[in-house]
């Protein structure tokens, strides 16, 4: 069991918190991020197109999506769930240039956990309904402390903007849906890598969408930023990693057991980028090693009864 949990805690959670970073270091750079979301998906989906014509099962597992949405073996609504993406990498790359990752993340992990138990309640991940049990709701109380401990370090000092607050919460809400329904959508396909184009290709058709509205009705400017660090250009090779890895994840454990392993890797990057890599303004404090490991003793409590049952 530790194995596949460490590939989702690097390949998922510190993909994830890198990812923020990048995106929000491009939108401070940009000054707009619907332009950071918009690179990042587009970058992210030309790497997987060229990675489905090279690979035949990946290029074999995207037509199945469709053919699977034709029968009805596969809910409709499934399909375009990278939309969801698009409009989470939106509120990403504006909330993390405003407060650092560390504080992106305490927001987010706040809602996607309160919605991962919801969301395997009603069944929308392919392992179907997951009862609500002392020990999951334990699991997730015990993350939620961890991210409020966690961003008190940066909640004490001076007020941090509400509207990034509760974007990085509202991101947490609808990124526990798009990981059930991508789950979904991995089973049909049953190759993680044509998951991950099919949904790299409706989040680039959203954030396409809100940066041609946003140009047509608030009068954005689009400029390419001529200084900042290369590693901003990388969100959507970081986006890939995540995507993939959450799209072969949640299948086999549940989007709850998958987003508390990702979010220890988010937290553990998160603590190591603020202190390499800080936004400024934004420092690292101890509370912020005290919720990576109050995260790591949600996740132990989390998949305990499973991996005993899985040892019997």
């Known amino acids: 069991m530790f194995g596949p949990f460490l590939l989702i805690f690097v390949f998922g959670g510190c993909a994830s918190a890198l990812q923020a970073r990048s995106n929000g270091e491009l939108t401070h750079h940009i000054g707009n991020g619907l332009v950071a979301a918009n690179w990042s998906f587009l970058s992210g989906l030309v790497l997987l197109t060229i990675m489905v014509l090279a690979i035949p099962a990946a290029r074999a597992s995207v037509s199945r999506i469709w053919r699977s949405a034709r029968s009805g073996s596969l809910a409709w609504w499934a399909v375009p769930t990278g939309a969801i993406g698009g409009v989470f990498v939106t509120l990403q790359g504006f909330s993390v240039a405003l407060v650092g990752v560390a504080t992106f993340t305490v927001g987010m992990v706040a809602g996607q956990t309160a919605n991962s138990i919801a969301v395997d309640r009603m069944g929308l991940s392919p392992?179907?309904?997951?009862?609500i049990s002392i020990r999951?709701?334990?699991?997730?109380?015990?993350?939620?402390?961890?991210?409020?401990?966690?961003?008190?370090g940066h909640m004490g000092?001076?007020?941090?903007?509400v509207a990034a607050i509760l974007a990085a919460f509202l991101g947490g809400v609808i990124v526990a849906v798009q990981q059930a329904l991508?789950?979904?959508?991995n089973v049909a396909s049953r190759n993680p890598v044509g998951t991950a184009w099919n949904t790299f290709l409706f989040g680039a058709a959203v954030a396409a969408v809100l940066l041609v509205i946003a140009l047509l009705g608030f009068?954005?400017?689009?400029?390419?930023?001529?200084?900042?660090?290369?590693w901003m250009w990388l969100g959507?090779?970081?986006?890939?990693?995540?995507?993939?890895t959450a799209s072969w994840s949640v299948p086999r454990y549940g989007v709850l057991i998958f987003a508390l392993v990702a979010i220890?890797?988010?937290l553990a990057a998160a603590l190591v980028l603020d202190l390499l890599a800080p936004v400024e303004g934004v420092g690292l404090q101890w509370q912020l090693i005290a919720g990576v490991t109050l995260t790591?003793?949600?996740?132990a409590l989390a998949s305990w009864r499973r991996s005993m049952v899985r040892a019997t």
Do not use: C, E, Y
């Open 127 to 131: 392992i179907g309904r997951t009862p």
């Open 136 to 152: 999951r709701v334990g699991a997730a109380g015990i993350a939620v402390a961890a991210v409020i401990v966690a961003g008190q």
């Open 264 to 266: 220890s890797g988010q």
């Open 219 to 230: 009068d954005t400017h689009v400029h390419v930023p001529s200084v900042g660090p290369f």
């Open 157 to 161: 000092g001076q007020a941090l903007p």
């Open 182 to 185: 991508q789950g979904r959508v």
């Open 296 to 299: 790591l003793a949600a996740v």
């Open 236 to 244: 959507g090779v970081f986006g890939v990693s995540f995507i993939v």
